[in-house]
């Protein structure tokens, strides 16, 4: 049998978002902007009063979906969006 599962992340704090580039992309107002800048804006994506996920929450999301625990689940778009998708 194959199961076909994704799963969809919202804003994750890696190095792919939590760089010089993606910080002045958010706010090109301030001369040097930071994570504690950028993060006002990504909370607005959410439902829950976070800025962004941790890249350990993507990872239990796929464990979990790779594991016997989950073996009647395929078709499914796991969303780890701290509430996104509700908005």
């Not at 199961?3 to 958010?26: A, D, I």
Request: aromatic fraction near 6%.
């Amino acid at each position: 049998m194959i199961r076909v599962n994704s799963v969809h992340p919202t804003h994750v704090r890696t190095p792919m978002l939590h760089n010089e580039g993606t910080f002045k992309m958010f706010r090109p107002d301030l001369e040097n902007p930071g994570p504690d800048d950028m993060a006002p804006i990504c909370q607005m994506f959410h439902t829950l009063p976070i800025p962004w996920v941790e890249a350990e929450d993507i990872s239990n999301a796929v464990l979990f979906l790779a594991s016997d625990e989950s073996r009647y689940i395929t078709g499914v778009t796991l969303p780890v969006d701290a509430g996104g998708c509700l908005k």
